[in-house]
């Protein structure tokens, strides 16, 4: 299997645009988690799905913030509009059935706001 | 507030000798507690579970304990090597289903030969 699949790796883009972030989890994996990575706030979860179903959108920093999985190969994070401090490195993880609950993180997509 | 601290941010010690992190936590009642190792510019990735009445876990180099009392986890690497070098981040399993995790800030350890 390839993993996590994540793109794009880097995005950069201008105040005010929209950003999509897009995460192919691995094959068979029910849960998928969005993170939120910067230096002074550390590894935040944003939202996660079981079986393509948001299940906990509290960590979704604002209204700006959507996202999205239509089906269980998919799911993308929509940033609309874009400010600086959304600059940040976004993981996406997924999680099937284990006994150790582990999550495997995609290699990240590094977002700069300008 | 609920806060999950670890030890420090950086660590730095001699190859061979057994590094040591810690992960206090407060006002959480976690279901397990995990570690994950991250690399710059990379995702985590998982090494170890221990769950919420085990004391202890061992993988090869790799210790893990849990004092659910002192709600503390101790994480060593016994004989380091420079390869060890890394951010060592935990994680408390939290929720019904302890499907979400939520992790601590890390700490940055370095293993210099």
């Known amino acids: 299997d390839a993993g996590v699949i994540q793109s794009p790796r880097h995005e950069v883009t201008e105040m005010g645009q929209e950003v999509t972030l897009r995460c192919k989890p691995i094959?068979?994996?029910?849960?998928l988690f969005w993170y939120r990575q910067t230096m002074m706030r550390g590894l935040e979860l944003l939202i996660y799905f079981n079986n393509n179903v948001p299940i906990d959108d509290s960590g979704m920093p604002e209204d700006r913030f959507s996202a999205k999985m239509p089906n269980a190969s998919f799911s993308t994070l929509k940033i609309q509009p874009s400010e600086p401090r959304d600059s940040a490195v976004y993981f996406c993880?997924?999680?099937?059935?284990?006994?150790?609950?582990?999550?495997?993180f995609g290699p990240g997509t590094r977002l700069t706001v300008l | 507030s609920q806060k999950i601290e670890q030890n420090s941010e950086a660590l730095n010690i001699q190859e061979g000798k057994t590094a040591t992190l810690t992960c206090n936590y407060t006002?959480?009642?976690?279901?397990?507690l995990q570690w994950y190792r991250q690399d710059p510019g990379r995702g985590p990735v998982f090494l170890l579970l221990i769950r919420e009445n085990e004391k202890e876990k061992r993988k090869e180099r790799l210790k893990v304990t849990f004092d659910t009392t002192l709600k503390q986890s101790l994480f060593h690497i016994t004989a380091s090597q420079p390869a060890d070098s890394a951010t060592y981040l935990c994680a408390l399993g939290l929720g019904g289903s302890a499907s979400k995790i939520i992790f601590g800030s890390g700490t940055r350890l370095s293993i210099r030969p």
């Open positions: 094959s068979g994996h029910d849960y």
């Open positions: 993880a997924s999680k099937g059935r284990s006994t150790y609950n582990e999550q495997f």
């Open positions: 006002n959480y009642s976690p279901a397990y």
